[in-house]
């Protein structure tokens, strides 16, 4: 069985530039989580859906941040106008008990 | 709020030396993960132990819901366990899966 898949692998950007990620859960999995993990830090959670709704997304830096999960499979995390700040792996994981992460996509924002 | 506090911080062993790992939760919870993490590596899950007693090769994990804790026992480590091992809940009445801090284990030669 598959696992989580993200793309891309990498991603480098100048400032004020946007990058979107995709990510393509496991099948069958009803809930898909986006988390936050910069440089020596744990994963901090920024969105996540349950089907096609978003049951939070608190977390999330609305004002450039946004994820969608249209048909309740894939998603899309899009960051208009990057910041340094936002330099961090950006992680997917999926779950209908046991959570599963995928590899990430490593953001770096000069 | 809701808490998980992992200890300690970091670890060091010489190989062959056994590590106990712990992960603290302030309310009830559905489920309790253990991952693991290299540098610049993906979570890998190594258990999924809401509660009780669950083994995989020299790692063992147990859960006791009435005593909110949760504990990741290493025997007879290897340098290949170097790494960073996290602990994460699900909280009664959310989806949202928390994460602890972290313990840095570090297995020398």
């Known amino acids: 069985e598959a696992g989580v898949t993200q793309s891309p692998r990498y991603a480098v950007l100048q400032e004020g530039q946007a990058v979107s990620f995709w990510c393509d859960p496991i099948s069958g999995h009803d809930t898909l989580y986006w988390y936050q993990q910069p440089r020596d830090q744990g994963p901090q959670l920024l969105v996540y859906?349950?089907?096609?709704?978003?049951?939070?997304n608190s977390q999330l830096p609305s004002d450039r941040f946004s994820a969608v999960r249209p048909k309740g499979t894939n998603s899309t995390l899009k960051i208009q106008s990057a910041k340094q700040g936002d330099t961090a792996t950006y992680l997917c994981?999926?779950?209908?008990?046991?959570?599963?992460f995928g590899k990430g996509t490593r953001l770096t924002v000069v | 709020g809701q808490q998980v506090q992992q200890s300690p911080a970091s670890l060091v062993l010489q190989e062959g030396e056994n590590a106990e790992l712990q992960c603290n939760f302030s309310?009830?919870?559905?489920?309790m993960q253990w991952f693991y993490q290299r540098p610049g590596g993906s979570l890998v899950s190594l258990f999924y132990?809401?509660?009780g007693t669950k083994h995989s090769g020299r790692l063992t994990s147990t859960t006791v819901i009435k005593e909110r804790r949760s504990s990741l026992h290493i025997s007879s480590s290897q340098t290949t366990d170097s790494g960073t091992y996290l602990c994460a809940l699900e909280f009664s009445g959310s989806w949202q899966l928390i994460f602890g801090s972290g313990t840095q284990l570090t297995v020398m030669p």
């Open positions: 859906f349950r089907d096609e709704a978003v049951i939070d």
């Open positions: 132990n809401p509660s």
């Open positions: 994981a999926s779950s209908t008990a046991e959570v599963f």
């Open positions: 309310t009830s919870l559905n489920s």
